[in-house]
Protein backbone atom coordinates (compact mmCIF):
# COMPACT_ATOMS: atom_id res chain seq x y z
CA UNK A 1 0.00 0.00 0.00
CA UNK A 2 1.46 3.50 -0.77
CA UNK A 3 2.39 4.94 2.46
CA UNK A 4 1.94 9.00 1.07
CA UNK A 5 -1.66 10.29 0.68
CA UNK A 6 -1.14 11.69 -2.76
CA UNK A 7 0.57 8.89 -4.22
CA UNK A 8 -2.07 6.51 -2.71
CA UNK A 9 -5.20 8.56 -4.33
CA UNK A 10 -3.36 8.85 -7.67
CA UNK A 11 -3.36 4.96 -7.88
CA UNK A 12 -7.28 5.50 -7.56
CA UNK A 13 -7.20 8.39 -10.27
CA UNK A 14 -5.32 6.24 -12.63
CA UNK A 15 -7.72 3.30 -12.32
CA UNK A 16 -10.37 5.62 -13.20
CA UNK A 17 -8.56 7.83 -15.58
CA UNK A 18 -11.14 7.55 -18.41
CA UNK A 19 -14.34 7.94 -15.87
CA UNK A 20 -12.59 11.52 -14.45
CA UNK A 21 -11.68 12.34 -17.39
CA UNK A 22 -14.93 12.76 -19.14
CA UNK A 23 -16.04 14.45 -15.42
CA UNK A 24 -14.00 16.71 -15.85
CA UNK A 25 -14.98 17.79 -19.28
CA UNK A 26 -18.40 17.64 -18.14
CA UNK A 27 -17.73 19.89 -15.27
CA UNK A 28 -15.64 22.48 -17.67
CA UNK A 29 -18.50 22.54 -20.14
CA UNK A 30 -21.20 22.58 -18.15
CA UNK A 31 -19.86 25.60 -15.86
CA UNK A 32 -18.21 27.61 -19.17
CA UNK A 33 -22.61 26.86 -20.20
CA UNK A 34 -23.62 28.50 -17.48
CA UNK A 35 -21.45 31.34 -17.75
CA UNK A 36 -22.04 32.15 -21.44
CA UNK A 37 -26.15 31.37 -20.92
CA UNK A 38 -27.10 34.93 -19.32
CA UNK A 39 -25.20 36.66 -22.37
CA UNK A 40 -27.90 35.29 -24.33
CA UNK A 41 -30.65 36.58 -21.79
CA UNK A 42 -28.92 40.13 -21.21
CA UNK A 43 -29.08 40.25 -25.29
CA UNK A 44 -33.54 39.36 -25.24
CA UNK A 45 -33.26 42.15 -22.54
CA UNK A 46 -31.75 45.04 -24.16
CA UNK A 47 -33.47 43.92 -27.42
CA UNK A 48 -36.34 44.10 -25.52
CA UNK A 49 -35.99 47.24 -24.00
CA UNK A 50 -34.08 49.40 -27.26
CA UNK A 51 -35.97 47.45 -30.46
CA UNK A 52 -39.43 47.24 -29.45
CA UNK A 53 -41.29 47.07 -32.58
CA UNK A 54 -38.67 47.26 -35.10
CA UNK A 55 -38.94 45.22 -38.07
CA UNK A 56 -36.91 41.88 -36.80
CA UNK A 57 -37.90 42.58 -33.28
CA UNK A 58 -39.34 39.23 -32.93
CA UNK A 59 -37.02 37.80 -35.22
CA UNK A 60 -34.09 38.84 -32.56
CA UNK A 61 -35.79 38.18 -29.36
CA UNK A 62 -36.63 34.36 -30.50
CA UNK A 63 -33.29 33.85 -32.01
CA UNK A 64 -31.61 34.74 -28.66
CA UNK A 65 -33.91 32.65 -26.62
CA UNK A 66 -33.34 29.20 -29.27
CA UNK A 67 -29.73 29.66 -28.36
CA UNK A 68 -30.31 30.32 -24.69
CA UNK A 69 -32.92 26.97 -24.70
CA UNK A 70 -29.77 25.28 -26.64
CA UNK A 71 -27.50 25.70 -24.29
CA UNK A 72 -29.15 25.69 -20.97
CA UNK A 73 -30.92 22.27 -22.20
CA UNK A 74 -27.36 21.09 -23.39
CA UNK A 75 -25.98 22.16 -19.86
CA UNK A 76 -28.10 20.27 -17.82
CA UNK A 77 -28.16 16.97 -20.37
CA UNK A 78 -24.19 16.78 -20.07
CA UNK A 79 -24.69 18.06 -15.95
CA UNK A 80 -27.01 14.64 -15.47
CA UNK A 81 -24.56 12.42 -17.34
CA UNK A 82 -22.14 13.31 -14.78
CA UNK A 83 -24.18 12.15 -12.19
CA UNK A 84 -24.68 8.64 -13.94
CA UNK A 85 -20.96 8.45 -14.00
CA UNK A 86 -20.55 9.55 -10.68
CA UNK A 87 -22.96 7.01 -9.34
CA UNK A 88 -21.05 4.51 -11.42
CA UNK A 89 -17.24 5.16 -10.12
CA UNK A 90 -17.98 6.44 -6.86
CA UNK A 91 -19.65 2.96 -5.28
CA UNK A 92 -16.98 1.24 -7.42
CA UNK A 93 -14.30 3.06 -6.28
CA UNK A 94 -15.24 2.62 -2.31
CA UNK A 95 -15.47 -1.16 -2.64
CA UNK A 96 -12.00 -1.81 -4.73
CA UNK A 97 -10.21 0.83 -1.84
CA UNK A 98 -11.34 -1.37 1.22
CA UNK A 99 -10.75 -4.38 -0.90
CA UNK A 100 -7.29 -3.68 -1.63
CA UNK A 101 -6.85 -2.56 2.12
CA UNK A 102 -8.22 -5.39 3.39
CA UNK A 103 -5.79 -7.45 1.48
CA UNK A 104 -2.67 -5.62 2.76
CA UNK A 105 -4.25 -5.75 6.47
CA UNK A 106 -4.37 -9.50 6.12
CA UNK A 107 -0.57 -9.90 4.64
CA UNK A 108 0.54 -7.82 8.18
CA UNK A 109 2.26 -10.14 10.47
CA UNK A 110 0.56 -10.63 14.18
CA UNK A 111 2.63 -7.83 15.95
CA UNK A 112 0.77 -5.20 14.10
CA UNK A 113 -2.27 -6.58 15.33
CA UNK A 114 -0.99 -6.95 18.95
CA UNK A 115 0.65 -3.41 18.68
CA UNK A 116 -2.78 -1.42 17.33
CA UNK A 117 -6.35 -2.07 18.58
CA UNK A 118 -8.40 -4.07 16.25
CA UNK A 119 -11.27 -1.40 16.83
CA UNK A 120 -9.03 1.12 15.30
CA UNK A 121 -7.86 -0.54 12.28
CA UNK A 122 -11.18 -1.63 11.04
CA UNK A 123 -12.24 2.09 11.81
CA UNK A 124 -9.24 3.40 10.06
CA UNK A 125 -10.18 1.08 6.96
CA UNK A 126 -13.56 2.60 6.45
CA UNK A 127 -12.06 5.92 7.44
CA UNK A 128 -9.62 5.54 4.05
CA UNK A 129 -12.16 4.46 1.77
CA UNK A 130 -14.86 7.58 2.39
CA UNK A 131 -12.57 9.64 3.10
CA UNK A 132 -10.77 8.92 -0.53
CA UNK A 133 -14.33 8.74 -2.67
CA UNK A 134 -15.31 12.17 -0.80
CA UNK A 135 -11.90 13.64 -1.30
CA UNK A 136 -12.09 12.91 -5.05
CA UNK A 137 -15.67 14.42 -4.81
CA UNK A 138 -14.75 17.57 -3.35
CA UNK A 139 -12.07 17.90 -6.22
CA UNK A 140 -15.11 17.57 -8.70
CA UNK A 141 -16.65 20.36 -6.64
CA UNK A 142 -13.85 22.35 -6.76
CA UNK A 143 -12.97 22.26 -10.47
CA UNK A 144 -16.75 23.11 -10.88
CA UNK A 145 -15.78 26.17 -8.58
CA UNK A 146 -12.74 27.27 -10.37
CA UNK A 147 -13.95 26.63 -14.26
CA UNK A 148 -17.09 28.69 -13.01
CA UNK A 149 -14.65 31.45 -11.45
CA UNK A 150 -12.30 31.53 -14.51
CA UNK A 151 -14.81 31.35 -16.81
CA UNK A 152 -16.46 34.70 -15.03
CA UNK A 153 -13.32 36.69 -14.61
CA UNK A 154 -12.60 35.49 -18.86
CA UNK A 155 -16.29 37.53 -19.19
CA UNK A 156 -15.72 40.36 -17.07
CA UNK A 157 -12.18 40.77 -18.48
CA UNK A 158 -13.60 40.87 -21.64
CA UNK A 159 -16.29 43.45 -21.40
CA UNK A 160 -13.19 45.64 -19.21
CA UNK A 161 -10.34 44.87 -17.21
CA UNK A 162 -11.78 47.29 -14.59
CA UNK A 163 -13.80 44.48 -13.72
CA UNK A 164 -11.26 42.31 -13.41
CA UNK A 165 -9.66 44.43 -11.08
CA UNK A 166 -12.59 44.58 -9.18
CA UNK A 167 -13.05 40.77 -8.85
CA UNK A 168 -9.51 40.33 -8.44
CA UNK A 169 -9.92 42.95 -4.65
CA UNK A 170 -12.91 40.97 -3.96
CA UNK A 171 -11.80 37.62 -4.17
CA UNK A 172 -8.37 39.08 -2.19
CA UNK A 173 -11.00 40.17 0.74
CA UNK A 174 -13.17 36.95 0.66
CA UNK A 175 -9.96 34.79 0.73
CA UNK A 176 -8.74 36.90 3.83
CA UNK A 177 -11.96 36.94 5.98
CA UNK A 178 -13.28 32.88 5.02
CA UNK A 179 -9.08 32.42 6.57
CA UNK A 180 -9.69 34.01 9.63
CA UNK A 181 -13.42 32.69 9.73
CA UNK A 182 -12.32 29.05 8.95
CA UNK A 183 -9.80 29.41 11.40
CA UNK A 184 -12.42 30.06 14.22
CA UNK A 185 -14.49 27.41 12.72
CA UNK A 186 -12.06 24.83 12.91
CA UNK A 187 -10.90 25.79 16.50
CA UNK A 188 -15.02 25.04 17.14
CA UNK A 189 -15.15 21.52 15.27
CA UNK A 190 -11.81 20.46 16.85
CA UNK A 191 -13.49 20.88 19.70
CA UNK A 192 -16.51 19.18 19.26
CA UNK A 193 -14.92 16.46 18.02
CA UNK A 194 -12.88 15.97 20.89
CA UNK A 195 -15.79 15.88 23.21
CA UNK A 196 -17.97 13.70 20.63
CA UNK A 197 -14.78 10.92 20.36
CA UNK A 198 -14.71 11.08 24.69
CA UNK A 199 -18.28 10.71 25.25
CA UNK A 200 -18.12 8.12 22.46
CA UNK A 201 -15.35 5.82 24.09
CA UNK A 202 -17.29 6.38 27.39
CA UNK A 203 -19.85 4.37 25.57
CA UNK A 204 -18.16 1.74 24.09
CA UNK A 205 -15.81 1.08 27.14
CA UNK A 206 -19.23 0.42 28.68
CA UNK A 207 -20.84 -1.51 26.22
CA UNK A 208 -17.72 -3.77 25.78
CA UNK A 209 -17.59 -3.99 29.78
CA UNK A 210 -21.45 -4.91 29.96
CA UNK A 211 -20.60 -7.78 32.37
CA UNK A 212 -19.16 -5.81 34.82
CA UNK A 213 -21.33 -3.42 35.25
CA UNK A 214 -23.74 -6.04 35.80
CA UNK A 215 -21.96 -7.61 38.34
CA UNK A 216 -20.89 -4.70 40.31
CA UNK A 217 -24.32 -3.31 39.82
CA UNK A 218 -22.79 0.28 38.33
CA UNK A 219 -25.19 1.53 36.25
CA UNK A 220 -26.13 4.58 38.18
CA UNK A 221 -22.11 5.67 38.24
CA UNK A 222 -22.01 4.74 34.24
CA UNK A 223 -24.89 7.00 33.32
CA UNK A 224 -22.95 9.64 35.27
CA UNK A 225 -20.18 9.08 33.73
CA UNK A 226 -21.83 9.56 30.29
CA UNK A 227 -23.64 12.30 31.30
CA UNK A 228 -20.73 14.28 32.43
CA UNK A 229 -19.35 13.63 28.44
CA UNK A 230 -22.36 14.24 27.33
CA UNK A 231 -22.79 18.03 28.96
CA UNK A 232 -19.55 18.77 27.93
CA UNK A 233 -20.52 17.47 24.08
CA UNK A 234 -23.30 19.59 24.38
CA UNK A 235 -21.80 23.07 25.28
CA UNK A 236 -19.59 22.85 22.38
CA UNK A 237 -21.30 21.85 20.05
CA UNK A 238 -24.00 24.57 20.88
CA UNK A 239 -21.00 27.25 21.16
CA UNK A 240 -20.20 25.46 17.64
CA UNK A 241 -23.83 26.38 15.86
CA UNK A 242 -23.65 29.59 17.30
CA UNK A 243 -20.36 30.58 16.19
CA UNK A 244 -21.16 28.49 12.58
CA UNK A 245 -24.54 31.11 12.89
CA UNK A 246 -22.76 34.26 13.22
CA UNK A 247 -19.98 33.28 10.15
CA UNK A 248 -22.98 33.16 8.08
CA UNK A 249 -24.31 36.28 9.18
CA UNK A 250 -20.59 37.98 8.19
CA UNK A 251 -20.59 36.31 5.01
CA UNK A 252 -24.43 37.52 4.12
CA UNK A 253 -23.13 41.09 4.82
CA UNK A 254 -20.31 40.39 2.84
CA UNK A 255 -22.22 39.03 -0.29
CA UNK A 256 -24.76 41.88 -0.12
CA UNK A 257 -22.39 44.59 0.45
CA UNK A 258 -20.23 43.30 -2.55
CA UNK A 259 -22.66 42.96 -4.93
CA UNK A 260 -24.07 46.54 -4.03
CA UNK A 261 -20.22 47.69 -4.54
CA UNK A 262 -20.61 45.51 -8.00
CA UNK A 263 -23.95 47.34 -8.72
CA UNK A 264 -22.85 50.38 -8.28
CA UNK A 265 -19.12 49.98 -10.29
CA UNK A 266 -21.13 48.22 -13.30
CA UNK A 267 -23.83 52.12 -13.25
CA UNK A 268 -20.75 53.97 -12.90
CA UNK A 269 -18.85 51.88 -16.14
CA UNK A 270 -22.24 52.31 -17.81
CA UNK A 271 -21.89 56.20 -17.23
CA UNK A 272 -18.44 56.23 -18.50
CA UNK A 273 -19.16 54.43 -21.67
CA UNK A 274 -16.76 51.55 -20.82
CA UNK A 275 -20.16 49.48 -20.76
CA UNK A 276 -22.89 48.80 -22.80
CA UNK A 277 -26.83 48.12 -22.07
CA UNK A 278 -26.45 44.61 -22.80
CA UNK A 279 -22.82 44.09 -21.03
CA UNK A 280 -24.37 45.91 -17.82
CA UNK A 281 -27.35 43.31 -17.92
CA UNK A 282 -24.77 40.57 -18.48
CA UNK A 283 -21.70 41.07 -16.15
CA UNK A 284 -24.22 41.56 -13.16
CA UNK A 285 -26.04 37.96 -13.67
CA UNK A 286 -22.93 36.58 -13.90
CA UNK A 287 -21.49 38.15 -10.88
CA UNK A 288 -24.65 37.93 -9.17
CA UNK A 289 -24.20 33.80 -9.96
CA UNK A 290 -20.82 33.51 -8.71
CA UNK A 291 -20.41 35.50 -5.76
CA UNK A 292 -21.81 33.08 -3.65
CA UNK A 293 -18.95 30.76 -4.81
CA UNK A 294 -16.01 32.00 -3.00
CA UNK A 295 -17.36 31.27 0.52
CA UNK A 296 -17.99 28.44 -0.63
CA UNK A 297 -14.69 27.06 -2.38
CA UNK A 298 -13.14 28.38 1.33
CA UNK A 299 -15.49 25.42 3.14
CA UNK A 300 -14.65 23.41 0.68
CA UNK A 301 -11.07 23.89 1.82
CA UNK A 302 -11.28 23.32 4.83
CA UNK A 303 -13.20 20.12 4.01
CA UNK A 304 -10.87 18.62 1.93
CA UNK A 305 -8.12 19.46 4.35
CA UNK A 306 -10.14 17.89 6.99
CA UNK A 307 -10.86 14.70 4.30
CA UNK A 308 -6.99 15.09 3.52
CA UNK A 309 -5.94 14.62 6.82
CA UNK A 310 -8.14 11.41 7.53
CA UNK A 311 -6.35 10.00 4.42
CA UNK A 312 -2.91 11.01 6.09
CA UNK A 313 -3.63 9.16 9.36
CA UNK A 314 -5.31 6.34 8.32
CA UNK A 315 -2.80 5.63 6.06
CA UNK A 316 0.04 5.95 9.08
CA UNK A 317 -1.93 3.15 11.23
CA UNK A 318 -2.19 1.15 7.98
CA UNK A 319 0.33 1.44 5.26
CA UNK A 320 3.25 -0.25 7.17
CA UNK A 321 5.67 -3.12 5.66
CA UNK A 322 4.74 -5.78 6.87
CA UNK A 323 7.27 -7.19 9.82
CA UNK A 324 7.59 -10.60 8.22
CA UNK A 325 7.37 -11.37 4.15
CA UNK A 326 8.10 -14.45 1.83
CA UNK A 327 11.23 -14.89 -0.08
CA UNK A 328 10.96 -14.36 -3.55
CA UNK A 329 12.00 -17.85 -4.06
CA UNK A 330 9.93 -19.00 -1.06
CA UNK A 331 8.91 -22.74 -1.61
CA UNK A 332 5.60 -24.26 -0.96
CA UNK A 333 5.60 -26.89 1.79
CA UNK A 334 3.89 -30.27 1.06
CA UNK A 335 4.37 -32.87 3.14
CA UNK A 336 2.13 -35.31 5.56
CA UNK A 337 4.51 -35.66 7.74
CA UNK A 338 6.55 -32.88 9.80
CA UNK A 339 9.52 -33.25 11.79
CA UNK A 340 10.64 -30.27 14.08
CA UNK A 341 14.04 -29.01 14.80
CA UNK A 342 14.44 -25.56 16.47
CA UNK A 343 18.56 -24.89 16.35
CA UNK A 344 20.23 -22.54 18.57
CA UNK A 345 16.92 -19.88 18.33
CA UNK A 346 17.40 -16.83 20.21
CA UNK A 347 15.04 -14.44 20.27
CA UNK A 348 13.22 -11.63 22.31
CA UNK A 349 10.52 -9.33 21.65
CA UNK A 350 10.64 -6.13 20.48
CA UNK A 351 12.49 -3.72 23.25
CA UNK A 352 12.87 -6.41 25.68
CA UNK A 353 15.57 -8.59 26.72
CA UNK A 354 16.23 -12.23 24.70
CA UNK A 355 13.42 -14.36 25.87
CA UNK A 356 15.20 -17.33 24.16
CA UNK A 357 18.86 -17.74 24.30
CA UNK A 358 20.45 -20.66 21.65
CA UNK A 359 17.44 -22.78 22.01
CA UNK A 360 17.64 -26.60 20.70
CA UNK A 361 15.17 -28.86 20.45
CA UNK A 362 14.00 -31.85 17.83
CA UNK A 363 10.89 -33.33 17.60
CA UNK A 364 10.30 -36.03 15.62
CA UNK A 365 7.36 -36.61 12.92
CA UNK A 366 4.43 -37.98 14.92
CA UNK A 367 5.86 -37.31 18.48
CA UNK A 368 3.55 -35.95 20.88
CA UNK A 369 5.37 -33.11 22.58
CA UNK A 370 4.22 -31.57 26.24
CA UNK A 371 5.18 -27.80 27.09
CA UNK A 372 5.00 -27.03 30.82
CA UNK A 373 6.15 -24.39 33.09
CA UNK A 374 5.22 -21.44 35.38
CA UNK A 375 3.57 -18.37 33.57
CA UNK A 376 5.57 -15.94 31.03
CA UNK A 377 8.01 -18.88 31.14
CA UNK A 378 7.66 -18.90 27.02
CA UNK A 379 5.68 -21.39 25.99
CA UNK A 380 3.13 -19.66 24.06
CA UNK A 381 5.97 -17.48 22.81
CA UNK A 382 8.05 -20.73 21.43
CA UNK A 383 5.07 -22.21 19.68
CA UNK A 384 4.43 -18.92 17.62
CA UNK A 385 7.63 -19.40 16.05
CA UNK A 386 7.01 -22.68 14.80
CA UNK A 387 4.04 -20.72 13.24
CA UNK A 388 6.64 -18.04 11.92
CA UNK A 389 4.44 -15.55 13.89
CA UNK A 390 7.61 -13.91 15.06
CA UNK A 391 11.00 -13.82 13.39
CA UNK A 392 13.73 -15.37 15.27
CA UNK A 393 16.81 -13.17 15.78
CA UNK A 394 19.74 -16.08 14.95
CA UNK A 395 19.25 -19.70 14.61
CA UNK A 396 16.57 -21.63 12.35
CA UNK A 397 13.76 -23.30 12.72
CA UNK A 398 13.43 -26.53 10.00
CA UNK A 399 10.41 -28.31 8.71
CA UNK A 400 11.76 -31.11 7.47
CA UNK A 401 15.38 -29.86 7.07
CA UNK A 402 13.75 -26.76 5.53
CA UNK A 403 14.09 -23.31 7.06
CA UNK A 404 11.08 -21.95 7.80
CA UNK A 405 12.28 -18.82 6.22
CA UNK A 406 12.47 -20.74 3.09
CA UNK A 407 8.70 -21.69 2.63
CA UNK A 408 5.71 -19.55 1.93
CA UNK A 409 3.96 -18.35 5.04
CA UNK A 410 0.60 -19.69 3.71
CA UNK A 411 1.57 -23.39 3.03
CA UNK A 412 3.44 -23.67 6.62
CA UNK A 413 0.29 -22.55 8.00
CA UNK A 414 -1.62 -25.04 6.20
CA UNK A 415 0.82 -27.19 7.63
CA UNK A 416 -0.44 -26.13 11.10
CA UNK A 417 -3.56 -26.66 12.91
CA UNK A 418 -3.86 -24.34 16.39
CA UNK A 419 -6.15 -24.85 19.32
CA UNK A 420 -5.62 -21.41 20.89
CA UNK A 421 -5.93 -21.34 24.73
CA UNK A 422 -8.29 -18.99 24.51
CA UNK A 423 -10.86 -19.85 21.41
CA UNK A 424 -12.30 -17.07 19.39
CA UNK A 425 -15.20 -17.77 16.84
CA UNK A 426 -16.68 -15.99 14.09
CA UNK A 427 -20.10 -14.61 14.62
CA UNK A 428 -21.40 -17.15 11.81
CA UNK A 429 -23.29 -20.76 12.41
CA UNK A 430 -21.47 -23.33 13.88
CA UNK A 431 -21.02 -25.40 11.19
CA UNK A 432 -19.60 -21.91 9.01
CA UNK A 433 -16.97 -21.79 11.97
CA UNK A 434 -16.24 -25.72 11.99
CA UNK A 435 -16.06 -25.59 8.06
CA UNK A 436 -13.36 -23.04 8.74
CA UNK A 437 -10.97 -25.82 9.20
CA UNK A 438 -11.50 -26.49 5.41
CA UNK A 439 -13.83 -24.52 3.33
CA UNK A 440 -14.17 -27.33 0.80
CA UNK A 441 -15.60 -29.94 3.27
CA UNK A 442 -19.28 -30.69 3.00
CA UNK A 443 -22.21 -30.35 5.37
CA UNK A 444 -20.97 -34.67 6.40
CA UNK A 445 -17.56 -33.77 6.93
CA UNK A 446 -18.16 -30.96 8.82
CA UNK A 447 -21.07 -33.16 10.79
CA UNK A 448 -18.06 -36.32 11.49
CA UNK A 449 -15.75 -33.87 12.58
CA UNK A 450 -18.01 -32.48 15.31
CA UNK A 451 -18.65 -35.84 16.15
CA UNK A 452 -14.78 -36.68 16.36
CA UNK A 453 -14.76 -33.72 18.38
CA UNK A 454 -17.59 -34.35 20.69
CA UNK A 455 -19.34 -31.63 19.67
CA UNK A 456 -22.26 -33.32 18.19
CA UNK A 457 -23.56 -33.45 21.71
CA UNK A 458 -24.01 -30.19 22.55
CA UNK A 459 -24.91 -28.50 18.76
CA UNK A 460 -27.57 -31.41 18.34
CA UNK A 461 -29.48 -29.33 21.91
CA UNK A 462 -29.76 -26.02 20.36
CA UNK A 463 -32.80 -25.61 18.81
CA UNK A 464 -31.38 -24.37 15.06
CA UNK A 465 -28.25 -26.86 15.62
CA UNK A 466 -25.36 -26.49 13.11
CA UNK A 467 -27.28 -23.44 11.98
CA UNK A 468 -27.04 -21.79 15.50
CA UNK A 469 -25.21 -18.55 15.35
CA UNK A 470 -22.83 -18.46 17.94
CA UNK A 471 -22.37 -14.56 18.56
CA UNK A 472 -19.80 -12.53 18.93
CA UNK A 473 -16.57 -14.67 19.41
CA UNK A 474 -18.87 -17.25 19.92
CA UNK A 475 -20.01 -15.87 23.28
CA UNK A 476 -22.91 -18.65 23.39
CA UNK A 477 -20.93 -21.01 24.23
CA UNK A 478 -19.07 -22.15 27.45
CA UNK A 479 -15.03 -22.35 27.25
CA UNK A 480 -15.22 -26.57 27.31
CA UNK A 481 -17.41 -26.16 24.13
CA UNK A 482 -15.64 -23.59 21.96
CA UNK A 483 -12.60 -25.67 22.42
CA UNK A 484 -14.32 -28.43 21.14
CA UNK A 485 -15.63 -26.10 18.25
CA UNK A 486 -11.48 -25.80 17.64
CA UNK A 487 -10.78 -29.54 17.99
CA UNK A 488 -13.36 -30.53 15.22
CA UNK A 489 -12.29 -27.44 12.90
CA UNK A 490 -8.96 -29.24 13.76
CA UNK A 491 -9.84 -32.52 13.00
CA UNK A 492 -11.49 -31.00 9.15
CA UNK A 493 -8.05 -29.20 8.47
CA UNK A 494 -6.19 -32.60 9.27
CA UNK A 495 -2.75 -30.80 9.22
CA UNK A 496 0.49 -32.80 10.21
CA UNK A 497 1.65 -30.59 13.16
CA UNK A 498 -0.93 -30.13 16.14
CA UNK A 499 -0.65 -27.30 18.31
CA UNK A 500 -2.97 -27.00 21.43
CA UNK A 501 -2.30 -24.78 24.27
CA UNK A 502 -4.25 -25.94 26.40
CA UNK A 503 -7.12 -23.54 28.54
CA UNK A 504 -5.74 -23.49 32.51
CA UNK A 505 -9.52 -23.45 33.67
CA UNK A 506 -10.61 -26.56 35.39
CA UNK A 507 -13.53 -28.40 33.54
CA UNK A 508 -15.76 -30.86 35.13
CA UNK A 509 -15.14 -34.09 35.02
CA UNK A 510 -17.46 -34.88 31.55
CA UNK A 511 -16.53 -32.09 29.66
CA UNK A 512 -12.60 -32.98 30.77
CA UNK A 513 -12.94 -36.94 29.70
CA UNK A 514 -14.78 -35.43 25.91
CA UNK A 515 -12.04 -32.68 25.09
CA UNK A 516 -9.26 -36.15 26.38
CA UNK A 517 -10.81 -38.18 23.71
CA UNK A 518 -11.59 -35.76 21.15
CA UNK A 519 -7.80 -34.76 21.26
CA UNK A 520 -6.68 -38.47 21.15
CA UNK A 521 -8.93 -38.39 17.37
CA UNK A 522 -6.75 -35.75 16.44
CA UNK A 523 -3.81 -36.15 17.72
CA UNK A 524 -3.68 -39.62 16.06
CA UNK A 525 -0.13 -39.31 13.48
CA UNK A 526 0.62 -36.06 14.09
CA UNK A 527 3.55 -34.59 15.38
CA UNK A 528 1.81 -32.43 18.57
CA UNK A 529 3.27 -29.87 20.67
CA UNK A 530 0.49 -29.24 23.33
CA UNK A 531 0.68 -26.66 26.27
CA UNK A 532 -0.55 -28.97 28.60
CA UNK A 533 -1.70 -28.46 32.75
CA UNK A 534 -4.05 -31.13 32.87
CA UNK A 535 -2.42 -34.67 34.39
CA UNK A 536 -4.41 -36.33 31.45
CA UNK A 537 -2.91 -34.20 28.58
CA UNK A 538 0.54 -34.71 29.86
CA UNK A 539 0.03 -38.37 30.07
CA UNK A 540 -0.58 -38.71 26.67
CA UNK A 541 2.69 -36.93 26.18
CA UNK A 542 5.96 -38.75 24.69
CA UNK A 543 8.04 -36.06 26.04
CA UNK A 544 7.67 -33.43 28.19
CA UNK A 545 9.89 -30.14 28.01
CA UNK A 546 9.81 -28.07 30.92
CA UNK A 547 10.08 -24.47 30.14
CA UNK A 548 11.71 -21.70 32.75
CA UNK A 549 12.57 -18.09 32.01
CA UNK A 550 12.72 -18.92 28.24
CA UNK A 551 14.88 -22.55 29.02
CA UNK A 552 14.18 -25.63 28.90
CA UNK A 553 15.41 -27.09 31.79
CA UNK A 554 14.27 -30.57 32.08
CA UNK A 555 13.23 -33.53 29.36
CA UNK A 556 11.67 -36.86 29.60
CA UNK A 557 8.52 -38.45 30.39
CA UNK A 558 5.84 -37.74 33.14
CA UNK A 559 7.52 -40.58 35.26
CA UNK A 560 10.89 -39.71 34.64
CA UNK A 561 10.28 -35.97 35.70
CA UNK A 562 8.72 -37.30 38.44
CA UNK A 563 11.46 -39.47 39.53
CA UNK A 564 13.49 -36.52 38.92
CA UNK A 565 11.73 -34.19 41.47
CA UNK A 566 12.98 -31.00 39.73
CA UNK A 567 10.72 -28.23 39.08
CA UNK A 568 8.17 -30.36 36.77
CA UNK A 569 7.66 -32.46 40.52
CA UNK A 570 7.18 -28.95 41.93
CA UNK A 571 4.52 -27.84 39.07
CA UNK A 572 2.95 -31.48 39.52
CA UNK A 573 2.40 -31.01 42.99
CA UNK A 574 1.39 -27.50 43.55
CA UNK A 575 -1.07 -28.34 40.51
CA UNK A 576 -2.03 -31.74 42.41
CA UNK A 577 -2.96 -29.43 45.55
CA UNK A 578 -4.71 -27.22 43.73
CA UNK A 579 -7.14 -27.33 40.99
CA UNK A 580 -6.21 -30.30 39.68
CA UNK A 581 -6.26 -32.49 42.83
CA UNK A 582 -9.80 -33.61 42.18
CA UNK A 583 -8.98 -35.24 38.83
CA UNK A 584 -6.32 -37.83 40.14
N1 LIG B 1 3.55 -9.74 21.99
C1 LIG B 1 4.41 -9.63 23.00
N2 LIG B 1 5.19 -8.54 23.09
C2 LIG B 1 6.09 -8.40 24.09
N3 LIG B 1 6.28 -9.33 25.04
C3 LIG B 1 5.54 -10.44 25.01
C4 LIG B 1 4.55 -10.66 23.99
N4 LIG B 1 3.97 -11.86 24.21
C5 LIG B 1 4.55 -12.36 25.31
N5 LIG B 1 5.49 -11.52 25.80
C6 LIG B 1 6.34 -11.73 26.97
O1 LIG B 1 7.11 -12.92 26.76
C7 LIG B 1 7.20 -13.66 27.93
C8 LIG B 1 6.72 -15.10 27.67
O2 LIG B 1 5.36 -15.05 27.40
P1 LIG B 1 4.52 -16.32 26.94
O3 LIG B 1 3.17 -15.86 26.56
O4 LIG B 1 5.31 -17.06 25.95
O5 LIG B 1 4.45 -17.14 28.31
P2 LIG B 1 3.68 -18.48 28.64
O6 LIG B 1 4.71 -19.42 29.13
O7 LIG B 1 2.87 -18.91 27.49
O8 LIG B 1 2.75 -18.03 29.84
P3 LIG B 1 1.25 -18.54 30.23
O9 LIG B 1 1.40 -19.88 30.86
O10 LIG B 1 0.80 -17.51 31.22
O11 LIG B 1 0.43 -18.55 29.00
C9 LIG B 1 6.37 -12.94 28.99
O12 LIG B 1 7.26 -12.23 29.83
C10 LIG B 1 5.50 -12.00 28.20
O13 LIG B 1 5.27 -10.81 28.91
MG1 LIG C 1 0.72 -18.98 27.14
Known sequence: MEKSANRF???????????????????????VANTIEPYFLAKIYNTVIEKQGSDNYWNEVIFYAGIMAIITLSATLISEASMFIVARFVPKIKTIVIKDVFEDVNKQSISFFTNEMTGNISHKVGLLANNTTDFLNACFEVLHMVTRVLATIAVLTW???????????????????????GEIRRNCSRESGKMSSAANAVIVDSISNYSEIKSFANFKFEKINLLKSLRQLRRAETREKKIMGWIRIAQQLV??????????????????????????????TVFLNSSYLAFQMSWIYN???????????????????????????????????????????????????KLFKCLNVDIKAGEKVGLVGLSGSGKSSFVKLISRYYDIDSG??????????????????????????????????????????????????????????????FIKKFKDGYKTKVGDRGIILSGGERQRIAIARAILKNAPILIFDEATSALDSQSETHIQQSLKNLMKGKTVLAIAHRLSTLREMDRILVFDKG??????????????????????????????????
Open 159 to 181: VSWYYTLFVIIWIAIVVLISCKL
Open 396 to 457: SIMINGTDIRDITQESLHKHIATIPQDVCLFNRTLLENIRYGNVDASDRQVEVAAKKAFADI
Open 9 to 31: IWHYVKIFKWALLMLTACVIVRQ
Open 303 to 353: NISKMYGNVVSALDTLAVDPEIVDKKDAKVLKTKKANIRIKDVTFGYQNRN
Open 551 to 584: KIVEKGNHDELLQKNGLYAKLYKMQVDGFMGNQI
Open 255 to 284: SILSLVAFVFFSIFMLKIGKTDTTQFIYVN
